[in-house]
């Protein structure tokens, strides 16, 4: 084989990328620990505990590659009906995690953020998490989101409320209600719409996650497990992504 048909075969993903035409922000539903673990003899907790390697693998991949945000679904509202030994399991791995992986989101320089109803999780995760924001909150690399207790339908009935409130105090006015100021009353608020949302384990749903933010998201469905997705898994995604055409509800002819 010639050297250049040699270097063509060992081209990864991630050397095929447009620097220039990045995704800023990506979202991802995590899902498929429970089928992982099941599909190896085990309990459901394994897979959650290999889930955080792939979380680990992936925040970094994204952040060596230039992605500024990275939004995960980490434990949804309708999550607290799981069975709580479950639940519990996953709040410990919480701390244990951000315990651990805290030295390393300040030398890669990540600011952690956290969206959801927060004041529902249990007290000493909630202080861990916010102490771990709190000391990121510096950092100017990768902005790493984790949506926890999060419900999209519950961020969007909260914005609707405080709009009406600030009708009601006679702060904002009806007609004033434009996208951007609905906007500004999300979780979100903060952050970019994202533009590339990736679901693992070969679900083909939102479950309530983003639904105003991801109006002209490009999606992309993997059947990979989550356990099993790595950051080589995430610059396919974001190949593909740069492969497709945003029209934005013009033409084909109107965008190029
Ligand atoms: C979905 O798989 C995964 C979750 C509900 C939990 C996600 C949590 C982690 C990856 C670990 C903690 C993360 C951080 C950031 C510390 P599932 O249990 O719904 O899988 P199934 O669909 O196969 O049952």
Known sequence: MH?????????????????????????????????????KGKLRVFGHHNGVLSVRDVVEGAGELG???????????????????EVTAIMELLVSTINKEIKKLMQNNVKLNAIGDLA?????????????????????????TLALSYSSRRELMQA??????????G???????????????????NLPDPELMIRTSGE????????????????YFTTKL??????????????DYQKRERRFGKTSEQVN
């Open 226 to 239: 989550w356990p099993d997705f790595r950051r080589e898994d995430l610059y396919e995604a974001i190949l």
């Open 120 to 144: 529902l999780l249990p007290k000493r995760c909630h202080n861990e998490l916010q102490g771990a924001i709190d000391q990121t909150a510096g950092n100017t690399g990768l902005v790493l």
């Open 67 to 85: 992605v500024k945000y990275l939004t995960l679904y980490t434990f949804s509202a309708e999550n607290w009906n799981r069975p709580s030994f």
């Open 171 to 189: 702060t904002l006015n009806p007609e004033d209600i434009t996208e951007d100021v609905f906007a500004q009353n999300l979780y979100t608020h």
């Open 3 to 39: 050297l250049w048909a040699v270097s063509i075969t060992i081209m990864g993903y991630k050397d095929q990328i447009d620097l220039s035409r990045l995704p800023q922000h990506v979202a991802i539903i995590m899902d498929g620990n429970g089928r992982w673990a099941k599909g």
């Open 160 to 169: 609707a409320k405080n709009i009406a409130e600030q009708v009601k105090e």
């Open 204 to 219: 083909y749903r939102i479950s309530n996650y983003l639904l105003w933010q991801i109006a002209y998201a490009e999606l």
